[in-house]
């Protein structure tokens, strides 16, 4: 069984930085897309960012030049580093990604997780 895990939330003022992490656990043949999604109170979740094989990203446009997202494969960990954090970043952060997961005879699955969420709250 796969799970996703994330750490790194927390309380940071206007301009400060705050680092998020995501490892997949379990039996993990390789991760193809991973990214991370956000919820502030009363809004929809969106999209932050998120990193492909090959490593091409995409970025919310509301992110862009503040949040860098990166991987290791050989950790199966994906992060996002937030700088100039603004008011409007608070929200609760999810990861996701599509894992190639399997047992002890080889990869057998592709599924899609979501990790159990992280808050990031930014004061003004």
């Known amino acids: 069984q796969v799970q996703l895990v994330e750490s790194g939330g927390g309380l940071v003022h206007t301009g400060g930085s705050l680092r998020l992490s995501c490892k997949a656990s379990g039996t993990v043949f390789g991760i193809n897309v991973a990214g991370w999604h956000r919820q502030a109170p009363g809004k929809q979740r969106e999209l932050v960012a998120d990193i492909r094989t090959g490593d091409s990203t995409n970025y919310a446009d509301s992110v862009k030049g503040r949040f860098t997202i990166s991987r290791d494969n050989a950790k199966n960990t994906v992060d996002l580093q937030m700088n100039s954090l603004k008011p409007e970043d608070t929200a609760v952060y999810y990861c996701?990604?599509?894992?190639?997961?399997?047992?002890?005879?080889?990869?057998?699955?592709?599924?899609?997780?979501w990790g159990q969420g992280t808050q990031v709250t930014v004061s003004s």
């Open positions: 996701y990604a599509v894992v190639l997961s399997g047992d002890h005879s080889g990869p057998k699955f592709i599924g899609n997780y």
